[in-house]
């Protein structure tokens, strides 16, 4: 394939092909915003940094920037890796619709005073599938069991959740909400700066956390609402020795809120293109009626995956499911149950089989949902992250980032990746929808 280049005054995509399933994404910061930047890091360097010999904030900026060199680049490679690149280069792979493999991997950055800034980083690439008109399939949904009991059940979870819901303030962050927020780079005088992207980003505010404190300061904004602090927790994947604040100052802006704690039925509604109240009954017995441990729900998805896949047959690149085994791996490892699943004699088969399984799902649905030009936005986000409700809602849920426990969230996550699994799952409900009409 040809270099795809993509250019605008302050960020350059381009993409090329290095051999049949690996590419090399190149993205570019434009100089203004690379200087601004080092700029004000100085500054926070100085207000920060205590020293004998100096009075405190009175340390010459020149002296700084040459024995704190690495630690300043390193904040500033994150501040753009975390606010502007990894947002950028998720929307452009999916507005270019290439269906990629598991996560981009970044192999090199490249940033100094007064040049672009270079990120560039290894895509695994998958080869276009012919798709066939799935639309004309016959497909056959398993039955739900016909107990008057879970029909009971339905109707008391939604009498129930819909009463607990009308008590929360939709517009309000309370505990257990998630929180939609862009953050804003300021100055010393709480001034926003020019030739800086916001970042956006969304957060958990969990319960078991609630005294960190840029979770205490959300919790009780409503949405609109503007605050500064230079408390984001952010990770930096730069350097192991800096803080997760980082200690820039940030002006936060509240955009939206998926609430947390009870189940939204207008969010429910949108989510799967429900009319009626027959029809969101019908849907919510997927999760109640089970069958061998298994839901209707899962029972559904599978059997859509085995007739999608019988009509699609391709393989995966061998390093595809390398990869993916030690993603899946690296997550087990944190289960309290790790030790147990590695006595299996065919663990390692069964994690083989699992990464495989995964890749081709996504592989598929990722181009389907290309073909059909199915697009995703903050709400089809807010719609997928209330899904994370409670046990029940969560079982409709299908695609989740591997490495990342929405769950157990207690940092914000990048909008681009919530993007991708969010356009999965509207895909796959897309596709439900019509083959079960």
Wanted: positive net charge.
């Amino acid at each position: 394939m040809p270099e795809i280049v993509e250019k605008n005054s302050k960020l350059n995509f381009i993409i090329q092909k290095i051999s049949t399933n690996i590419w090399r994404a190149e993205i570019i910061v434009d100089a203004q915003t690379v200087n601004s930047l080092y700029s004000q890091t100085l500054i926070v360097f100085q207000k920060e940094t205590i020293l004998p010999g100096f009075k405190k904030e009175q340390i010459p900026l020149q002296y700084l920037e040459e024995h704190y060199k690495e630690s300043i680049n390193n904040n500033i490679k994150n501040y753009i890796f975390k606010h502007i690149v990894l947002d950028f280069l998720m929307d452009k792979l999916i507005e270019k619709k290439i269906s990629i493999a598991n996560y981009p991997r970044l192999i090199n950055v490249e940033l100094e005073k007064n040049k672009q800034a270079k990120f560039y980083f290894d895509i695994s690439v998958a080869s276009p599938l012919l798709l066939k008109e799935w639309k004309y399939f016959i497909f056959r949904a398993p039955k739900r069991k016909r107990y008057k009991d879970l029909d009971k059940q339905v109707s008391a979870f939604i009498k129930k959740e819909l009463g607990l819901f009308k008590k929360s303030n939709p517009n309000q962050v309370e505990e257990s909400d998630w929180v939609f927020f862009s953050s804003e780079l300021v100055n010393n005088q709480n001034e926003t700066l020019p030739n800086i992207y916001d970042g956006t980003f969304w957060i958990k505010i969990n319960n078991k956390l609630m005294k960190r404190p840029f979770q205490s300061l959300l919790n009780g904004k409503n949405i609109g609402d503007s605050f500064i602090t230079n408390k984001l927790p952010l990770n930096n994947d730069f350097s192991q020795e800096e803080e997760p604040n980082n200690n820039y100052s940030f002006k936060i802006t509240i955009k939206k809120i998926a609430k947390g704690n009870h189940f939204s039925l207008e969010s429910f509604k949108n989510t799967f293109k429900l009319k009626s109240k027959i029809d969101i009954h019908d849907k919510l017995i997927e999760v109640f009626s089970f069958r061998n441990d298994i839901s209707q729900r899962k029972s559904i998805i599978e059997e859509i995956f085995h007739l999608l896949l019988s009509k699609h047959r391709f393989e995966i690149p061998k390093h595809f499911s390398v990869r993916r085994q030690e993603d899946i791996l690296d997550y087990l490892k944190h289960d309290p149950d790790y030790n147990v699943y590695k006595q299996s004699v065919d663990f390692y088969e069964q994690v083989m089989m699992l990464a495989e399984k995964q890749l081709k799902e996504e592989i598929l649905i990722d181009q389907m949902a290309f073909k059909e030009n199915i697009a995703v936005n903050s709400d089809d986000i807010k719609n997928y992250l209330n899904l994370f409700n409670n046990n029940r809602l969560r079982e409709f849920i299908y695609f989740k980032p591997i490495l990342e426990k929405i769950e157990e969230s207690d940092f914000p996550l990048q909008t681009g990746l919530l993007k991708q699994y969010a356009l999965r799952e509207k895909t796959l409900n897309e596709i439900i929808h019509e083959l079960t009409k």
